[in-house]
């Protein structure tokens, strides 16, 4: 069963601005990820952050992670046309398990 | 290769056929994973393989659905007797070791199994 929930589930933004993402677990965690789709393709690793990190950075990427709340969220600055695509969070509870995603958030970034 | 391989890009099939999916993970990834995208967006786990044994198959439908990675060959899933909640995109995926890598996973272009 899906154990994420991403929100929200549409954002349309100007290019140059921020989005931010959110998603929601309901089981503890090792690991949550986030990942990329492109229409009509397979996903993309951006970045993963461990249960006993709460902050990382790659890039035009921040990610944040609160186990107490159990939920992630992602930022991605200064957005540009190319990062229109389906962002979705990923968690998984050991090494190469399964992972458990979310629905996913549609991002239109409007040159 | 460097990609995970997936075949066919498409595959149409009439209700009550056979279909069959093929992965070629990435070389020296020892784990892959099958996965089901409905509606393009919720993701349904199917079955792993850890090299040709099947590592976790909780989420493998009881009937018609079997899957194998054999040696020097591509992985397969087999859908028997198709029927049309079965059309979605079937994503495969392969992580190296896990003292390699956190479970990062990566994943082909998918198949788009239409059932008719």
């Known amino acids: 069963s899906q154990q994420g929930e991403e929100d929200p589930q549409a954002l349309s933004i100007q290019e140059g601005e921020n989005a931010t993402m959110n998603c929601s677990y309901k089981?503890?965690?090792?690991?949550l990820q986030w990942y990329r789709q492109n229409s009509g393709r397979g996903l993309v690793h951006l970045i993963l952050i461990r249960s006993n990190e709460r902050e990382k950075h790659s890039g035009r990427l921040r990610v944040t992670l609160d186990t107490s709340k159990k939920s992630s969220s992602l930022l991605i600055t200064a957005s540009r046309a190319a990062d229109t695509a389906s962002y979705f969070c990923?968690?998984?509870?050991?090494?190469?398990?399964?992972?458990?995603f979310g629905k996913g958030t549609r991002l239109s970034v409007i040159a | 290769g460097e990609e995970v391989a997936q075949t066919p890009k498409h595959l149409v099939r009439g209700e009550g056929q056979k279909a069959k999916l093929y992965c070629a993970p990435i070389k020296g990834h020892s784990y892959v994973f099958w996965y089901q995208q409905v509606l393009k967006n919720e993701f349904k786990f199917l079955i792993s393989?850890?090299?040709?044994?099947?590592?976790?198959e909780t989420g493998m439908p009881k009937e018609r659905f079997s899957a194998k990675c054999l040696p020097n060959s591509p992985c397969s899933l087999e859908i028997q007797a198709t029927k049309l909640e079965d059309s979605a995109v079937y994503f495969c995926a392969s992580s190296p070791p896990h003292f390699v890598a956190k479970n990062i996973q990566y994943f082909g272009a998918g198949t788009r199994l239409s059932v008719l």
């Open positions: 990923a968690t998984d509870i050991s090494g190469n398990t399964p992972l458990v």
């Open positions: 393989f850890q090299n040709e044994n099947v590592f976790d």
């Open positions: 089981t503890s965690i090792n690991n």
